[in-house]
């Protein structure tokens, strides 16, 4: 009889039309809740924006000038006041640090209250605190992937991601109404947490929900979702620029209300929920999926081979009806004796001992953990930077986020027509160049218009370069690991990522310091990551693995291939059930 690899969770989204009506509801609903991670991950840079200022004077409030008496003149600077005493025509000069506050202006004058960071004097010595709270953030990332991806495994995507996704919401709109920075930070590692947990619970969603041939094409339509929520901050933000942060972050948060229905719009994963043998469930949504999309569900079923795991698993039920049921997972035999059946089901659970075991497969991780990293510190750096990119703060931060758009076009045609792996290594290879050459024009540019704004093309570039790879390595990672260990894989590689993610906030900071530093460290990066590459197997057009025994054989045979150079033609047998 058939094991449970043998119900080919494909030919039943096949069967079912790759595109059917079904599909594209579920697809879209999940995919709006994309704009409630993306929202959140960068809104620091409207929320915590830097204005200018120096240090308040109770008598006078001119920008940077001198203030003198007869014998005794007054600096004030960002920072500290200069003071510059005359006597006997000697010059004594001394400085102190602000003792009345500062006064901020970007040019015009600016309320103490539009950024969280001039409500609470997050400059000078205290600068690096509010770069302390986006490092939270994404310290809050790592503990959601790391928690939330294994409770997935074992209660279901579904149940998880919305939980997540309620309580981001919840959260999101508390942060609005804190009293001060040491509740503000708390939250916002919070909202990490159960991000991360939304993000990653349903991109398995996503990716589990259609047959390995249009697996990139739904990643890229994530990408355009994330794109889109990203680039709709910055009207948002525009239009609250004079008033304080707070509505911005309650009008952020309020996108997310509509996860109070959300249990009620989506399905849990099929594949999930054949791999753990709840078999009701699954019938109940290829039924659901062929009524909606006219499809005869006897059809559907025989030609998965989901009807023969079904009859299997009854059969187990009656044979151990007063036993506690064992979920299916990996195997199942059945054979006869002494006239009775004897089916022996077993469940196959994988852990992070289990990767470490295995050398090739630990090897493999510990490249695309590497690559996770350089792509948070990369993505979330040029992000976090753009306010200090010569131009408008609004304009460079919604180019920033539309060059994405071209990105995906170029990874969907990438990934289809030449694999996952080689677009992993173009798209590092042109964001390690395009930085490091930005780098360049900007250590030369010696206050030249035209080179400044060449370096800020350049930065550009790299960004486009680094969300095509982002988005990429994000479906890779999910392709590199058995269905029981995704989730285990997927946590690690985010949770590697924000050990880049932590780290990317204070790239505005060493901007100020050395406004080359940034670009150069991202470009070697980038490079090493296309260099590592080239030891991972690829996984284009490949069936998702089940079991890590078949992981370790295909790593075995396809590491250092490049399917670049023929042609992926699909087999007159695949062709014939995609039609079907």
């Not at 940077?64 to 960002?78: D, L, P, V, Y």
């Not at 187990?316 to 979920?327: G, Q, S, Y």
């Not at 990522?497 to 070697?524: K, T």
Request: hydrophobic share 40%.
């Amino acid at each position: 009889m058939p094991a449970v690899e043998d119900v080919d969770v494909d030919k039943i989204w096949r069967a079912l039309g790759k595109w059917g009506s079904y599909q594209r509801r579920q697809l879209i609903v999940e995919m709006v809740a994309i704009w409630s991670c993306s929202l959140h991950m960068l809104s620091i840079v409207f929320l915590g924006y830097k204005p200018d200022h120096e240090c308040k004077n109770a008598y006078n409030s001119s920008n940077g000038q001198a203030h003198s008496n007869n014998s005794m003149s007054r600096r004030f600077e960002k920072c500290s006041i200069t003071y510059t005493t005359n006597e006997t025509g000697v010059s004594i000069v001394s400085t102190t640090d602000c003792t009345d506050g500062w006064r901020y202006f970007d040019p015009e004058p600016y309320s103490e209250d539009r950024s969280f960071i001039s409500e609470w004097d997050l400059v000078c010595e205290r600068k690096e605190l509010a770069e302390v709270s986006q490092t939270l953030l994404m310290l809050g990332q790592g503990i959601g992937a790391f928690v939330f991806t294994s409770l997935s495994d074992r209660y279901g995507r579904k149940r998880i991601h919305i939980m997540c996704h309620v309580i981001i919401f919840c959260v999101a709109l508390a942060t609005a109404f804190v009293p001060n920075f040491t509740l503000f930070a708390v939250m916002r590692m919070l909202t990490g947490a159960f991000q991360q947990g939304t993000g990653l619970t349903l991109s398995l969603l996503l990716i589990e929900m259609v047959p390995r041939e249009t697996r990139g094409t739904v990643e890229v339509c994530s990408l355009l979702f994330w794109t889109t929520g990203i680039a709709i901050v910055t009207p948002i933000a525009y239009i609250f620029r004079n008033l304080s942060w707070r509505y911005l972050q309650i009008c952020l948060a309020c996108l997310s209300a509509w996860s109070l229905i959300e249990w009620w719009l989506i399905d849990e994963s099929l594949r999930w929920l054949i791999a753990n043998g709840r078999i009701k469930e699954a019938k109940a949504i290829i039924l659901r999926a062929c009524k909606t999309n006219k499809k005869n569900f006897d059809h559907v079923v025989s030609v998965s081979g989901f009807r023969e795991y079904e009859l299997n698993y009854e059969t187990k039920l009656e044979v151990k009806k007063d036993e506690r049921a064992v979920p299916l997972t990996d195997t199942m035999t059945s054979n006869k004796e002494n006239g009775n059946t004897k089916i022996d089901m077993s469940v196959k659970q994988y852990t992070v001992i289990d990767l470490v075991k295995s050398k090739r497969i630990f090897i493999s991780s510990l490249i695309m953990w590497f690559a996770w990293t350089t792509n948070s510190i990369t993505y979330y750096g040029i992000m976090l930077i753009s306010s200090s990119l010569a131009g408008n703060r609004f304009l460079n931060f919604f180019l920033g986020s539309i060059v994405e758009y071209p990105a995906a076009a170029a990874e969907l045609y990438l990934i289809t027509r030449y694999g996952r792996k080689p677009a992993s290594i173009i798209f590092h290879t042109i964001c390690g160049t395009a930085l490091i050459i930005a780098t360049i024009l900007t250590t030369t540019a010696g206050g030249n218009s035209a080179m400044v704004i060449c370096s800020t093309v350049f930065t550009l570039i790299g960004k486009f370069a680094i969300t095509g790879s982002f988005s990429t390595i994000f479906l890779y990672t999910h392709e590199l690991y058995p269905t029981n260990m995704r989730n285990v894989g997927v946590g690690l590689s985010s949770t590697a990522a924000r050990v880049g993610g932590m780290v990317a906030p204070f790239s505005r900071n060493l901007a100020e310091i050395a406004a080359w530093s940034p670009g150069l460290v991202f470009g070697i990066m980038c490079a090493i990551v296309a260099v590592t590459m080239f030891w991972m197997p690829e996984t284009h057009r490949y069936e998702l693995p089940q079991t890590l025994e078949e992981c370790e054989q295909w790593y075995k045979e396809n590491r250092f291939h490049l399917p670049c150079c023929r042609k992926h033609d699909v087999d007159k047998t695949e062709v014939d059930q995609q039609m079907t």
